[in-house]
């Protein structure tokens, strides 16, 4: 399938029974929280289904900054303040946790230390 075909066979459609209205909270310090309002495909509040919370915040590193965030387990945005801080703790250790076992993954790697790319190897 050439670059043309791929363009013409990927699916732009929005999906009108998932659609959500985003408000973004935040106190210009440590984080943000999205707040996404189910709506229905007029605008109008869909009650049917519950908002959601996303938790955003960014620690900086020596290669800059590194983003966090995860869903808030929350049905209010008070609940969603409270839970911030655990939820960025528990997300950064998931995140520690990965780049550990990507580190280990590539330590067993078999190590070529020759930086000469030779023929038939």
Avoid: W
């Avoid at 960014?58 to 911030?84: C, H, K, R, W, Y």
């Amino acid at each position: 399938m050439n670059g043309q075909e791929q363009i013409h066979n990927i699916d732009f459609s929005i999906d009108k029974t998932t659609l959500y209205r985003e408000e973004s909270i935040t106190d210009l310090k440590v984080g943000s929280i999205r707040r996404l309002i189910p709506v229905k495909p007029d605008g109008s509040a869909d009650s049917a289904r519950t908002e959601v919370f996303i938790g955003h915040t960014q620690l900086m590193s020596p290669e800059g900054p590194l983003p966090i965030q995860s869903e808030l387990t929350a049905t209010t945005l008070e609940e969603a303040i409270d839970v911030f801080p655990a939820t960025m703790k528990q997300a950064l250790t998931e995140m520690v946790e990965k780049i550990q076992q990507m580190q280990r993954k590539e330590d067993l790697k078999p190590k070529n230390d020759s930086r000469i790319i030779v023929p038939g190897r």
